[in-house]
């Protein structure tokens, strides 16, 4: 499978955007796709997750009711609305795959797409 990130931009804190990742190829029903950032000098991490084949959804606990995974199968795009930011959200956003379910864990994601860079300033 291939992905595809967009979306990003420059914004302003409280300001809302909503990236895109695009896929192509075959995403098994058993898959996540999940969003992942890393802002300069540190580790990328885990935002969200959602199962392919039915609507469980994770978040990381810095997100979480600011920011909206979502998916359109028919397009077979995944969408992260990301509302009320902050200046601690300005990183590159990547897309990926976890082929064998649900996980934190970055180095279980099988396929990554190139990352789309939000910055938000103060």
């Known amino acids: 499978v291939q992905l595809q990130a967009s979306g990003g931009g420059s914004v302003q804190a409280g300001d809302s955007v909503t990236l895109t990742c695009a896929t192509s190829g075959r995403i098994f029903s058993s898959s996540t796709i999940g969003w992942f950032r890393q802002a300069p000098g540190k580790e990328r991490e885990f935002v969200a997750s959602m199962w392919w084949n039915d609507n469980r959804k994770y978040y990381a606990d810095s997100v979480k009711g600011r920011f909206t995974i979502s998916k359109d199968r028919t397009k077979n795009t995944v969408f992260l609305q990301m509302n009320s930011l902050k200046p601690e959200d300005t990183a590159v956003y990547y897309c990926?795959?976890?082929?064998?379910?649900?996980?934190?864990?970055?180095?279980?994601?099988?396929?990554w797409g190139p990352g789309t860079l939000v910055t938000v300033s103060s």
């Open positions: 990926a795959r976890n082929r064998g379910g649900y996980s934190r864990n970055r180095d279980n994601s099988d396929s």
